[in-house]
């Protein structure tokens, strides 16, 4: 009976058993071949017709798994777990050994997928970026991996919609900078991996920026209702819903009419209360000449001093019962008699120091 399996002997070998005990097939083979040159193995000999069958799809099996787990490279790891949270303990206890990890939690949360879900989107780049100003060296070869095909996929996703451009600028920016850093200062940092695969991330990095500099807006012929052709109040509405004043700026660009509206001071002085407190209004207040409050000038000076609220469509959250991280459609085994008090949405920043020891 052949035995396969990936143990201690050998990951991923056959085995025969024979009078002398348990031998491997290659071994085997070669060692048959080395009395004698014209003969080769025939396992008839060794097995009876079930045996024989049994032994030839199994092998074939294995070396199916071998060529898949070759070529299968570039595949996320998280994608051989089937459940979309992680246990985060940062000690051990006599129920659980060992810590979890920040690579180990990005590889289990199934990022890959949350990309393609608009409502995190958003959640997940912002998390990458974090990940790309401090964390990046933290992660292990297999989590570097992972970030990196989950990157590319997010390009590749803009180049194709056309959306949500500027955070991935944003992202990438951020990115080239802090491998610039560890690139130079080779050494003083310990990095996984060789120099040259660094190297090489930097290279792609800068030749996705360069794709998404070199992006084209298209513009859509649509015979239907456009975005002109809505009543002033109700694109007045839809200003006010924005949190970003970028997005407020752009969408100012559009048309003459819409960059009217996206002029209101009333407009500005709202997103102003909604993401700072009067204590750094008073700090930095900008006058015009006649005496007013610039405040579309003052909402991109307080944002460079301090961090603005997020808004997110779906993020991760943490189950203070169990102790695991989760998305929350997915759900997780808990064991709370009242599961959704126990549930606090988790931010990006969050997220990483859930991780930080």
């Given at each position: 009976m052949p035995f396969l399996g990936q143990d201690w002997r050998s990951p991923g070998w056959s085995w025969i058993k024979t009078e002398d005990g348990w031998k491997r097939c290659d071994s085997c083979s070669q060692e048959l071949q080395s009395e004698n040159g014209q003969y080769t193995i025939n396992h008839s000999i060794i097995l009876n017709n079930g045996e024989e069958e049994i032994f030839n799809n199994e092998c074939e099996y294995a070396a199916k798994k071998r060529k898949k787990e070759h070529f299968g490279t570039d595949t996320a790891a998280h994608s051989f777990y089937r459940e979309k949270w992680i246990y985060v303990h940062k000690e051990s206890t006599k129920e659980r050994h060992g810590y979890c990890t920040l690579g180990e939690a990005f590889n289990r949360l199934d990022f890959s997928s949350a990309i393609q879900d608009i409502r995190r989107f958003t959640y997940v780049v912002k998390l990458l970026q974090l990940i790309a100003k401090s964390q990046l060296t933290s992660l292990s070869g297999v989590a570097q991996k992972n970030y990196f095909n989950i990157l590319d996929?997010?390009?590749?996703?803009?180049?194709?919609?056309?959306?949500?451009?500027?955070?991935?600028?944003?992202?990438?920016?951020?990115?080239?900078?802090?491998?610039?850093?560890?690139?130079?200062?080779?050494g003083k940092s310990v990095l996984v991996g060789n120099i040259n695969i660094w190297i090489c991330r930097l290279e792609t990095v800068l030749s996705w920026q360069q794709q998404l500099q070199n992006l084209q807006m298209t513009k859509q012929v649509n015979s239907g209702l456009t975005l002109s052709d809505l009543p002033l109040h109700m694109l007045n509405n839809i200003l006010y819903r924005f949190s970003d004043g970028w997005d407020i700026v752009t969408l100012g660009q559009v048309t003459p009419t819409l960059y009217m509206l996206s002029e209101d001071r009333r407009l500005w002085k709202k997103l102003c209360q909604y993401h700072f407190a009067e204590k750094q209004f008073c700090r930095h207040l900008i006058l015009s000449e006649k005496g007013h409050i610039e405040w579309k000038l003052m909402y991109f000076t307080l944002q460079k001093y301090y961090p603005t609220k997020e808004q997110y469509g779906d993020t991760l959250h943490f189950c203070r019962h169990c102790s695991i991280l989760f998305w929350k459609d997915s759900g997780h085994p808990c064991t709370a008699a009242d599961p959704d008090s126990c549930f606090t949405p988790v931010s990006p920043q969050h997220f990483i120091d859930l991780f930080k020891f």
């Open positions: 996929k997010i390009v590749q996703k803009v180049l194709d919609d056309h959306q949500n451009p500027r955070l991935i600028k944003d992202l990438l920016q951020d990115l080239s900078s802090t491998l610039c850093i560890l690139v130079r200062g080779v």
